[in-house]
């Protein structure tokens, strides 16, 4: 039986009324600078009720934000295509042309390995990342030590995911404005601390990647399972 045959009317109001509010809480504790949160993030923090909105609405999640919250909020699109869509407060003046121009942090191509911290299966409680050789390793979460930097494993976008890139980037993007970080500095133009790396065992995916010029990493694919096999393996 479907979720709408299940609620009666008032029943349905009080679920959108209860998503709605936890939509604003989202957006008010996520959006990070310029109060913007990008729809597909917060699409993906929603889980769940995401699922449910559409059930009782027949609607996205854009219509939602313009039908139940735009008292609060608006939507804009930026991006050089205008094809990326964020959650704005309406009390907040738009941003000016400049700041809606993707610039780099916007839409970056992000070094392989940190791309592999947001993709390759988590085998601990968190993730914890090296953020000078963007190398990562997985741990229970009582070994986790003060002021290291962390990725939860809800950030951690399974290979079978639809639309995986866009969930990947959208994960991303949370991650980087939770920590107060740059996308400048996880760019796949810069290249890893080799001082600090040369100083740490780490994996085998670890060695060849750093052994690879930009081009050859550009021109190299390998399968997840490898990927995994790769993390697995010491160096040396």
């Given at each position: 039986m479907d979720l709408e045959e299940v609620l009666t009317s008032d029943d349905t109001v009080k679920e959108l009324e209860r998503i709605a509010k936890r939509v604003e809480s989202l957006i008010d504790t996520g959006g990070g600078q310029h109060s913007q949160y990008l729809v597909?993030?917060?699409?993906?923090?929603?889980?769940?009720?995401?699922?449910?909105?559409?059930?009782?609405?027949?609607r996205g999640l854009n219509d939602f934000i313009r039908s139940h919250l735009s008292h609060r909020f608006k939507l804009e699109n930026i991006g050089i295509h205008g094809n990326i869509t964020v959650v704005v407060d309406g009390s907040v003046n738009s941003a000016t042309p400049q700041e809606l121009t993707p610039s780099r942090e916007q839409s970056p191509r992000f070094h392989p390995r940190f791309w592999a911290a947001f993709s390759v299966p988590a085998k601990g409680d968190v993730r914890i990342l090296n953020k000078d050789t963007y190398s990562f390793d997985d741990v229970p979460s009582e070994e986790v030590a003060t002021g290291e930097l962390t990725i939860g494993k809800d950030l951690i976008v399974s290979a079978d995911e639809d639309r995986r890139d866009e969930k990947i980037k959208a994960n991303i993007a949370s991650w980087l404005a939770k920590n107060g970080l740059s996308?400048?500095?996880?760019?796949?133009?810069?290249?890893?601390?080799?001082?600090?790396?040369?100083?740490?065992?780490?994996?085998?995916?670890?060695?060849?990647?750093?052994?690879?010029?930009?081009?050859?990493?550009?021109?190299?694919?390998?399968?997840?399972?490898?990927?995994?096999?790769?993390?697995?393996?010491?160096?040396?």
């Amino acid at each position: 039986m479907d979720l709408e045959e299940v609620l009666t009317s008032d029943d349905t109001v009080k679920e959108l009324e209860r998503i709605a509010k936890r939509v604003e809480s989202l957006i008010d504790t996520g959006g990070g600078q310029h109060s913007q949160y990008l729809v597909s993030a917060l699409g993906i923090a929603l889980g769940d009720d995401l699922r449910v909105l559409k059930q009782l609405t027949n609607r996205g999640l854009n219509d939602f934000i313009r039908s139940h919250l735009s008292h609060r909020f608006k939507l804009e699109n930026i991006g050089i295509h205008g094809n990326i869509t964020v959650v704005v407060d309406g009390s907040v003046n738009s941003a000016t042309p400049q700041e809606l121009t993707p610039s780099r942090e916007q839409s970056p191509r992000f070094h392989p390995r940190f791309w592999a911290a947001f993709s390759v299966p988590a085998k601990g409680d968190v993730r914890i990342l090296n953020k000078d050789t963007y190398s990562f390793d997985d741990v229970p979460s009582e070994e986790v030590a003060t002021g290291e930097l962390t990725i939860g494993k809800d950030l951690i976008v399974s290979a079978d995911e639809d639309r995986r890139d866009e969930k990947i980037k959208a994960n991303i993007a949370s991650w980087l404005a939770k920590n107060g970080l740059s996308a400048d500095k996880f760019q796949a133009s810069r290249r890893p601390n080799s001082q600090t790396f040369h100083q740490q065992t780490g994996s085998l995916l670890d060695a060849i990647i750093a052994t690879l010029d930009h081009r050859q990493l550009q021109s190299t694919t390998l399968t997840l399972d490898v990927v995994a096999t790769l993390l697995r393996t010491p160096r040396g």
